[in-house]
């Protein structure tokens, strides 16, 4: 359980330059909006370990209330289903998948619509290094959002150097998703789907500080790389 007071300050034009189809949901420039909320979930984890997870669940089911009567700008509910799991094929292979399913009320702004909610830390839409590999960042968006990831990882070398382990670890993946107008169709989840498919490398120190490169080819975004750390999940 818990809540929060959310200012956002939005400029429909980035650096004042040109023009946004973002533009067009947003009555005025220089918008300031609240989004106070308050939320609950309930969450499952049987991991075997946090970074590099070998085997186990991760469940999560967790409702957002924002709402005018806490002094924000608009009243919508957003609910947020996340189940990731984890099958250690041998002692170096492990499989990964996560299939997470979002669901916003009518009245929600269309900023808020760019959102992924989890119990760690807010994502951002159908998109890039944090959802679907391959896909520009926030190239969709909407009311109803599938994200559904599948990876391959293989723990290829183990090495000590200037006295520290390391590690590196491969990985193919296949990142799908897409997002409705309106609420989730259940009857349509595994059509139309956007995807990324493409492999990374993991450099890791010790178990749990891991440097993450992802090269996720799509028809839509060219060959973009992302850098980062850890796990996509």
């Known amino acids: 359980m818990g809540g929060g007071l959310v200012k956002s300050d939005i400029d429909p034009v980035p650096e004042d ?15 300031t909006e609240w989004s106070n909320y308050v939320r609950g979930g309930l969450v499952w984890d049987s991991r075997d370990r946090e970074t590099g997870t070998g085997s186990g669940v991760w469940t999560e089911f967790l409702v957002q209330r924002v709402d005018k009567s806490f002094g924000a700008d608009a009243s919508y509910t957003r609910w947020t289903f996340t189940d990731r799991r984890y099958f250690a094929l041998s002692d170096r292979l492990v499989f990964a998948h996560r299939y997470l399913l979002q669901g916003v009320t009518a009245g929600v702004p269309v900023n808020h619509l760019f959102q992924v909610q989890t119990s760690f830390k807010q994502q951002e839409g159908l998109r890039g290094a944090k959802t679907v590999r ?24 183990d090495f000590r150097f200037v006295g520290k382990p390391f590690h590196v670890v491969l990985s193919v993946f296949l990142d799908q998703g ?5 609420n989730v169709q259940f009857d349509e989840l595994i059509a139309d789907l956007h995807r990324g498919l493409g492999g990374g490398v993991r450099f ?17 975004a060219g060959m973009p790389m992302y850098i980062g750390l850890g796990y996509l999940y």
């Open 134 to 157: 391959g896909l520009f960042k926030n190239r969709f968006v909407g009311r109803g959002l599938l994200i559904w990831n599948a990876e391959l990882r293989w723990r290829a070398a």
């Open 17 to 31: 330059d040109g023009t946004t189809l973002y533009a067009l949901g947003v009555e005025s420039q220089g918008a």
């Open 178 to 182: 897409r997002i409705w107008d309106g």
């Open 204 to 220: 890791g120190m010790g178990e749990n500080f891991v440097v993450a490169v992802d090269m996720g080819p799509s028809s839509e």
